[in-house]
């Protein structure tokens, strides 16, 4: 099975600061990956489809790019709402497995 | 208006089996995939299994054995049953309809 690796495991981060989040496929997926935003207590909320495809309503500081087996999320100017977990997974092909995810913390 | 609803027991003894519902409005499950993804207290997301539009299942290989997937069109519901629970099953339980949207989530609690 392919494993989704993401690093780091955590970041904090300064309001209006650049971030870049990685995420690993032990396999060539092309592009089909998917990142997630989870804030506590709620339901995760798509942000990118196929790798760089920003969901609707998403604001266009978020950024996903990469091919193949190397991916990042990145986020312009980050604000203090950004602050969550953000998880990527396979989205093409059983298992949709997902990486053990990324927090981001605003200082 | 797509929406996802889980509903289910809070507790859930070790050794029973588990029976969630995920009802559904905005899209029909003829044409659109529902899968279950969970998430233990303070952890991460963990796929458990799909239904696609043509009723075929997939599951994570890891629950395959415990896991079923099934489905009721006319209710426009998604159940998973999964059997022989543990305590390391205690997690959030969501349904969602492929990428986007998710439930709300449902939390079980394997504990006698």
């Known amino acids: 099975n392919i494993v989704m690796t993401q690093s780091p495991k955590s970041m904090s981060i300064s309001v209006g600061d650049r971030v870049t989040m990685n995420c690993k496929a032990s396999q060539n997926v092309g592009n089909n990956i998917a990142w997630y935003q989870q804030k506590p207590g709620q339901s995760p909320k798509l942000l990118i489809y196929y790798a760089s495809n920003r969901y609707t309503g998403v604001p266009d500081r978020f950024t996903g790019g990469g091919y193949g087996t190397d991916f990042t999320l990145t986020i312009n100017s980050v604000q203090a709402e950004d602050a969550a977990f953000y998880y990527c997974q396979r989205i093409y092909n059983s298992p949709f497995t997902f990486g053990s995810g990324t927090k981001l913390e605003i200082k | 208006q797509v929406q996802l609803k889980e509903s289910g027991p809070g507790l859930v003894q070790p050794s029973q089996t588990l029976s969630l519902t995920c009802t559904v409005s905005?899209?029909?499950?003829?044409?659109?995939?529902v899968h279950w993804v969970r998430q233990p207290p303070g952890k991460g997301l963990e796929w458990m299994g799909g239904i696609w539009g043509d009723g075929s299942t997939d599951y994570n290989s890891a629950l395959k054995s415990r896991l079923s997937i099934s489905r009721d069109t006319s209710k426009s519901q998604v159940f998973l049953k999964m059997n022989s629970l543990q305590t390391d099953d205690t997690a959030i339980y969501f349904c969602?309809?492929?990428?986007?949207?998710w439930g709300q989530g449902v939390m079980v609690t394997v504990s006698s």
């Open positions: 969602t309809r492929r990428l986007q949207p």
């Open positions: 905005g899209f029909s499950l003829t044409s659109n995939s």
